[in-house]
C-alpha cells in the first residue's frame, strides 16, 4: 500500500510542521489555520 504510506507522511509532515509553528512563531498559527481551515489550538 503504497499510497497509504504517503497519504501518512503528508499528514505527518503536517502534524509536524503545525506543532513547529505553534511552538516557534505563534502569529503564524493564524495564517496556518486561515490557509489550511486547521492547526493548533
Known amino acids: ?3 497509504l ?3 501518512v507522511g503528508i499528514l505527518a509532515i503536517f502534524v ?3 506543532v513547529l509553528f505553534a511552538m ?3 502569529g503564524m498559527d493564524t495564517a496556518i489555520v ?3 481551515g486547521w492547526g493548533p489550538g
Open 24 to 26: 516557534d512563531v505563534s
Open 1 to 3: 500500500m503504497r499510497v
Open 34 to 36: 486561515t490557509v489550511t
Open 5 to 7: 504510506g504517503v497519504v
Open 16 to 18: 509536524g510542521l503545525n
